[in-house]
Nanobody, 112 residues
Framework: QVQLVESGGGLVQAGGSLRLSCAAS?????MGWFRQAPGKEREFVAA???????DYADSVKDRFTISRDNAKNTVDLQMNSLKPEDTAVYYC?????????WGQGTQVTVSP
């Protein structure tokens, strides 16, 4: 089983920045982030493969940057120019040789 430990998140004003981090206990392929706002379904935010390919949701392109350290099995999400609509619980997600795993979630709240 792969254990995920998330950190970061919190409360920030619109236009501000936050950084999320996620550490995985085992080998991973793709590492990424999803989010779920109240009353909405969980949605994809960003992902990065072991080889370095990245993908972003259109809503966060040019504002969020995903990075990872393959040696440490960590993935970070730098979130800039935050908007109130970015408010959600953010979940780390990893694809591993033994399955897909989710983090416990971390709250990001952006005030107007």
């Amino acid at each position: 089983q792969v254990q995920l430990v998330e950190s970061g998140g919190g409360l920030v004003q619109a236009g501000g920045s936050l950084r999320l981090s996620c550490a995985a206990s085992g080998r991973t392929f793709t590492m990424g982030w999803f989010r779920q706002a109240p009353g909405k379904e969980r949605e994809f935010v960003a992902a990065k493969t072991w080889g370095g390919s990245t993908d972003y949701a259109d809503s966060v392109k040019d504002r969020f940057t995903i990075s990872r350290d393959n040696a440490k099995n960590t993935v970070d999400l730098q979130m800039n120019s935050l908007k109130p609509e970015d408010t959600a619980v953010y979940y780390c997600n990893v694809e591993s040789p033994i399955g897909d795993y989710w983090g416990q979630g971390t709250q990001v709240t952006v005030s107007p």
